[in-house]
């Protein structure tokens, strides 16, 4: 097995998802998901010492992959669509220990703040790529994001055409509303010079 860090992440988190998936989230334990995989507990409590490292760790790497060859150019929107369907892709690489991980988050609070917490600092990537200030679009972007996850919860298509529909139209609301806000918006007083 190759010793490369990201490599063990890889095969460790795809051991997890398979057992998410076979066994559930709370019966979840990565010294046999290590074992599955073929890597050493010592290395595999380094990588990923609890269950919500697993959480953190597969966040980074969606990002990676997010990140990595995002689009500099075109509009935001498309660079937006773009960001959240990488994003997705790497759920759907592990679509079904992630589904039942998504069932059992609302029962584990620990590990829905957490992932609340991630996802927003995620968003604040995803808008710093597509070449947008952070602090105002978070939360919109966050609501795009729960909106598209939810539908590739429910989209079993093999193009994942429902999802990309849906990303479209939580942006085009998301469009909508910052709109509003910024036609609703009071006029700044004109500065006079003294």
Known sequence: MSTSPDEIDAALV????????????ARLSIPLAAHEAGIALDIARTRLPTRYDLL?????????????GAVAEGPVRD???????????VLQTHRDGVRA????IPFDPAAALLLARANLCSMDWCLAAAGLPARPHAAGLMAVWAWTVRAWDRDDSEDLAATMAALDRALDRAEQVAGRFARSSPPQEPAHAE
């Open 56 to 68: 953190r760790r597969f966040g980074a790497m969606a990002d990676a992959a997010a990140l990595k």
């Open 14 to 25: 795809a051991a997890c998802f398979r057992q998410i998936a076979a066994q559930g989230w």
């Open 79 to 89: 660079r937006l669509f773009d960001l959240v369907m990488r994003r997705i892709d």
């Open 101 to 104: 991980l998504l069932r059992a």
